[in-house]
């Protein structure tokens, strides 16, 4: 519970307890900048440097060439002449999370590019990290903490984890990434920097605080009134030095109005051809997590985002037949069918279909609705298991 | 190599210590797995004491290599309405799956998936070629599964298990994915087929 609940809003976007950041850093980075070895930046960069070498091989990385180019693509409008300061890094882990070290290695993780539900989304979230990245807020970070006895403890953890043993581990990338969880201004900074960045590259800004909206809505989902105070006093008192996710969410909006009107781009579309392809992997991550109410708002943002789609119909019925409490099973074979309707060519929703009569006991039925999955399924992976179902 | 010195270190326990970490299990040896479980042992395994196994719901765990390395773990008895294991962290077992009786077999497999993914707090756990197979006389299922745990090794499981009178009996195979997992897959193979109700 707490596991999940703490990383829904984790990452850069409101991850330490730390306080305020003084200016320094050196402000905007400029193109091809790499610093000197024998500077402190130069040691900070070297440790990243050796982690992103170790990350290249993680086993967690999502390693498609046409997803990998097409988010990079993204990057690259954006970054424009930054573009190839900065390398990107799909990660298959199952929460809302980006980052970027200071030497410009950025972590999407597929919880996130499960969560956006178009084109624009995704480029708020790499624009903002982009942010970071140009204004150098490591750095501003790390200058702070040689202040003060902190960086003691910062260089030992970074050191460890570049070091490969520790950073083979995942809570070691978390800390690494963590170590410079950003100041509310900074945040703020970056939500900026990112906004102007989507705008220059075409894309509609009003869609940045639509994924905070998402967010809020999944902290929320499944509590009471007053749960949800609970949950936002908690929220307040741990993330006291951030943005709470609602006024960032109402920042953005405002700053996105600011921005003159004009046809721009949203790419619904174009994002559901993109992640289609890795859609029911990551959705088949996220719903191992067991966390019910929050799925099914990510599946109403996905029905919201591509009306006539099929599958997010399919994914309902997955979340109510794995919970299997009271009337689920009649909602999950509602929602099945649903996605019939919208695609009689779907063949996981009869395998869904077939499994809850046979729950049920309707061995006929399901023999028939498994019958159907296997034609349209040929080569499913359970396809023996079915089949003994099926008696054929 | 290993194989050699591991289970030559746990002979050596064995008669050093009054109260072992491990009891060897010698090739050919019949020995009970939780309630009402027999298994013949093929190959040499050394099976782990109740008080290192760790996790609780665990019968009985045995192991080649050492238990970081290699794990075969027996679940006799499930009962309707529990988690067929749980972690020594009591806050990951808030809210775990729950074997059922009515489940069918693919909703056994996400059970154990989403089981996994908590207990072994993996970011990752994907089981795949889910199939019928007999286990202990009964029909019964078998599918692999490979899971990227918190440490980012990979890992690969083996599991086989049937459904027969209430409750869920199961067995679990698990070692890296790199050599091991098939190093010693083919025992596994055989010692789920010795598998015999009653005790021996
Ligand atoms: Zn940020």
Redesign the interface.
């Known amino acids: 519970m707490d596991f999940t609940r703490r990383h829904l809003l984790c990452g850069c976007a409101a991850t330490a307890l730390t306080g305020c950041v003084s200016q320094g850093g050196g402000g905007q980075i400029r193109a091809g900048y790499a610093p000197s070895l024998d500077s402190a930046e130069g040691g900070l960069w070297e440790i990243f440097n050796k982690a992103e070498a170790d990350l290249k091989f993680s086993p967690l990385r999502m390693t498609d060439e046409e997803l990998n180019r097409y988010v990079t693509d993204i990057a690259c409008r954006l970054a424009g002449k930054h573009c190839t300061d900065m390398r990107v890094y799909l990660m298959r882990t199952p929460f809302f999370n980006a980052t970027m070290a200071p030497n410009g290695m950025m972590q999407v993780w597929s919880g996130l590019l499960l969560r956006c539900q178009n084109e624009a989304q995704l480029a708020a979230v790499l624009g903002h990290e982009i942010g970071h990245y140009l204004k150098r807020h490591s750095l501003q970070r790390f200058e702070q903490m040689r202040d003060n006895s902190s960086v003691a403890a910062f260089l030992g953890i970074a050191i460890a984890a570049a070091g490969g043993g520790a950073l083979a581990n995942l809570p070691g990338l978390v800390a690494i990434a963590n170590i410079f969880a950003f100041s509310r201004e900074q945040e703020r900074e970056a939500d900026g920097v990112g906004l102007e960045l989507m705008v220059n590259a075409g894309y509609e800004p009003v869609q940045a605080a639509e994924i905070w909206r998402g967010l809020i809505a999944e902290r929320d989902a499944g509590l009471t009134l007053e749960e949800r105070q609970d949950q936002k006093q908690q929220r307040d008192v741990f993330f006291a030095s951030h943005p709470a996710p609602a006024d960032r969410a109402q920042a953005l909006a405002l700053q996105a109005a600011a921005y003159p009107g004009g046809k721009r781009i949203v790419g619904e579309d174009r994002y559901l051809a993109q992640a289609r392809a890795f859609r029911d992997t990551m959705m088949q991550d996220e719903l191992r997590l067991h966390q019910y109410d929050r799925t099914l708002v990510i599946i109403e943002r996905m029905k919201t985002a591509n009306p006539g789609d099929a599958d997010p119909f399919y994914y309902e019925g997955e979340v109510y037949r794995a919970r299997n409490d009271g009337i689920d099973s009649g909602r999950a074979m509602n929602a099945y069918g649903r996605a019939l309707e919208l695609d009689e060519t779907h063949g996981l929703s009869w395998r869904g279909i077939g499994i809850l009569h046979r729950r049920a006991g309707k061995q006929e039925k399901a023999a028939a609705a498994f019958r159907q999955y296997l034609e349209l399924v040929p080569d499913a992976e359970d396809r023996l298991m079915i089949q003994s179902y099926v008696g054929a | 190599m290993r194989i050699r010195n591991f289970l030559a270190s746990v002979l050596l326990l064995f008669s050093l210590a009054a109260c072992e970490t491990y009891t060897a299990v010698s090739a050919g040896q019949s020995v009970p797995v939780g309630e009402g479980i027999t298994v013949t042992a093929v190959g040499d395994w050394a099976a782990v004491s109740r008080q290192f196994v760790g996790n609780e719901g665990i019968d009985a765990m045995w192991t080649v290599d050492g238990p970081s390395i290699n794990q075969l773990l027996f679940f006799s008895r499930v009962e309707s309405g529990e988690p067929f294991i749980k972690s020594t962290n009591q806050?990951?077992n808030?809210?775990l799956?729950t074997w059922?009786i009515?489940?069918?077999?693919?909703?056994v497999?996400?059970m154990v998936?989403?089981t996994l993914?908590?207990v072994y707090?993996a970011?990752?756990?994907?089981a795949?070629?889910?199939?019928?197979q007999v286990f202990l006389n009964s029909p019964g299922?078998a599918f692999e599964f490979d899971m990227?745990a918190?440490?980012?090794?990979?890992t690969k499981g083996l599991v086989i298990g049937t459904q027969q009178g209430g409750v869920l009996r199961m067995m679990i195979y698990l070692a890296p994915k790199q050599h091991y997992f098939t190093l010693h897959e083919r025992t596994v193979r055989a010692i789920a087929a010795s598998a015999r109700t009653g005790s021996s």
């Open positions: 806050k990951v808030e809210g799956p059922r009515g489940m069918t077999e693919p909703d497999m996400e998936e989403g993914v908590k707090e970011p990752v756990v994907t795949s070629n889910l199939r019928p299922f990227v918190k440490s980012q090794l990979e």
